[in-house]
Every structure is written in C-alpha cells, then in structure tokens.
C-alpha cells in the first residue's frame, strides 16, 4: 500500500516557506510551507536537450498546500526567503488517483543568473497635472509620482549610440532594448526608466517606446528605450 504523504510535509526532510505568485489568478500571491528545493537529475537535464541547465532548479508542492482551484503553471512565480525570484518553466502533476494530484513538480529557473542580468533600473511613474495653460505637467519621484519597480534586476543592451547636440551641447543619445527579468506592467505614456551604469554616479531618464511580453517561457520581456540629449 502506497503511503499518502501529500497531507503531512513535515516528514519531508529540507523543507522551507516560498511565496507563490499565479499568472492564472492575476497575479495572485500566497505563501506555500512545506515545499521541498532539489535538483534536476543528469537523466532529466539530457532529456531536455538542453532545454534546461544545471542552473535551473525543482520545487515539489503538496497539492494539499495550494489555495482551492490554484494550479501551477509556466510562467508562474516562487520566491524563497532570501527574496530571489524564480520563473515555473515546466508544472508536473504526480497523480495520486482519478481527479487529484499528490505533489506538484515546478521545474524553475533563476533569470537574473540564467540570464547574466547584471544591470538594475527603476521604473518610474509621473504624477499628471496641468499648468495655468492647461499644458500637461509630469511630475517624476522624487517630486511627485511614483516608483513602480524599484532595483529591477536587466540587462540594458545598446541597440544604436551616438553624440547629439542640443542647444549647443554635446550629449549622448540612442536606443536601447532593456531585458527584464519578469513580466511588468507599465504605461508607456506615463512612465520612465532611471539607469545608473554599473551602480556608477552617472544616471540616465529613458523614455519608454515600447513594451514586449516574452512570446515563450524562456524568453524575457523587453522594453525599448530612447535616450534623449
């Protein structure tokens, strides 16, 4: 007779708390106990093809553990304690009988290692008003507004560069396409990227063009940038 120990995690040994974040509830949150870190076998890593790296990771779920009606799924979210976010790239059901599952397996990946995002943003919301011409006025943090997304883990790669003059000065402006390590939701119109090179003294404001959902679940989403002299 097989043992059910979907209902009692605590005989499993290395467990931990993780926050669980559901693309399929909106971006809902709960906290999950009991889950169990491991890694994937040399016999899992060479059946993907190379589709997954020792650098990915499994979490194991007691389906007891999850909220009514949540189900894992790609592009889902856990984050452990030490606040590292890892991407669901494969969900995995053990199935206990005819309607329910016993254990989820989530392969995850760590993007900001996967990835080498090695650049931090923040993305910036302007707070809208009107002068006495009824002119619209944006007014960014630290005057007004908001940050959105603070320390955001990218990479910040250069699409075209060059020197440009305004009102006489020289000053550097281009394009960039900003790889971020989740997904985002951002207004174009209204926001704006803050950019310090290499944590350096020098900061950057880029003007948001664009925003791109990654198309597959080891893609990252883009934003395109300009930066103006």
């Given at each position: ?51 997954y790296s020792a650098l990915d990771l ?48 989530l392969i995850c990946r760590d993007p ?118």
């Amino acid at each position: 007779m097989q043992l059910n120990l979907s209902a009692d995690p605590s005989v499993w040994d290395n467990v931990e708390s993780v926050t669980f974040q559901s693309t399929r509830k909106g971006n809902r949150t709960t906290t999950l106990n009991g889950v169990q870190r491991t890694t994937l076998s040399k016999k899992e890593l060479a059946a993907s093809g190379g589709v997954y790296s020792a650098l990915d990771l499994v979490f194991l779920i007691p389906a007891v553990s999850l909220p009514a009606g949540w189900l894992p799924k790609p592009a889902d979210v856990i984050t452990d304690s030490l606040n590292t976010a890892f991407t669901v790239l494969e969900a995995d059901g053990q199935v206990r009988d005819g309607t329910a599952f016993q254990t989820w397996k989530l392969i995850c990946r760590d993007p900001i290692i996967a990835y080498d995002l090695q650049d931090l943003i923040n993305i910036e919301r302007a707070a809208l008003s009107a002068d006495d011409t009824g002119a619209v006025v944006k007014t960014f943090p630290p005057a007004g507004g908001q940050t959105l997304y603070q320390n955001l883990a990218c990479r910040v790669q250069v699409v075209n560069e060059s020197v440009g003059d305004q009102r006489l000065i020289h000053a550097v402006e281009g394009s960039y396409a900003v790889h971020v390590s989740k997904q985002l939701s951002v207004n174009v119109a209204e926001d704006r990227i803050k950019w310090a090179p290499q944590g350096g003294p020098v900061t950057y404001y880029l003007d948001l063009i664009a925003y791109h959902d990654a198309q597959m679940i080891d893609q990252l989403p883009i934003l395109e940038a300009r930066l103006r002299p």
